[in-house]
């Protein structure tokens, strides 16, 4: 068999990236990917595909792993797994060294909640302050109402509320991570939905947005040149740790909040699939892993329901 053509794994990443990623996928996606091909080039920089084995491959993983967690080191895995089978694929490699790696990682770290009890998310709402116009306070306040992520309640206008129908549209993101910013896509195709809001919402909102520009962001402020200011993440976050200090609740981030808003359904017995729509999963599949921990919770309750049921049958 001929030998096949020198390559460098770096070289050939590289153009993966921009053959298949490029334009297909958002530009927070392909940043992560961008990331990555700079982490092999600091690994294996001289590495040509001619070379690339099981050994070679579980070698990259090792190295990666020595400064990231296991979750992390499976993402860096998933991405340079693609290219390396699209390799294995064009005929390239003979076999696939992707087969049976091996993911190691550094031990987390303390992790913040992941989402508060029904109790706990009341005493958060308590701590806002709705007596005054658009604030961190009125964005936490929707976020926690709907479920809806971050980039989804920045990029909310006052077109997107229905108030006679009670529905709030999920059509468009903000692209935070972006200087310029402006609106964006949604994650997915299934995140495009309209969910209901109570008529708590609508009591509170309707006054807030009635004269604002009806396709603009109602939490991006519109400087008079027509650009946008800044939004950062670890703002609002900061701004939820004080808020959870106040209620003397166990601190969450503002993604956080979407968790808690699936929790607290879940608790109250909304069907897993009204949940799935709501939150904007791509299937109700996604829901059940994301959680598993609360229906494994919900599980044992139900399951002293049942026994408490069949007893009264005798």
Known sequence: MARKKKMLFCDYYDDWIKTYKEGAVREVTLNKYLMTAKRLREIIPDLDIRDLDRRKYQHILNEYALTHEKQTTSDFHHQVKACVKDLFHDGLLDRDPTYRAIVKGREPG???SKYLQTEELKALMKTLDLS???STDWFVCIVAKTGIRYAEALGLTPADFDFDNATLTINKSWNYKSIEGGFQ???TNASERKISIDWQIIGQFKPLIWDLPVDEPIFVKKFDDGTYERIF???TNKFMKRKCEQAGIPEIS???L???HASVLLAAGVSI???SERLGHSNVGVTQETYAHVLNELKTADE?????TLMLLT
């Open 185 to 187: 896509k949604t994650k």
């Open 132 to 134: 005054y116009g658009r």
């Open 233 to 235: 993440n670890s703002t």
């Open 304 to 308: 002293s329901k049942v026994m408490s």
């Open 254 to 256: 503002l993604h956080s």
């Open 110 to 112: 303390p992790k913040k």
């Open 273 to 275: 699939h009204a949940i």
């Open 258 to 260: 979407r968790h808690t």
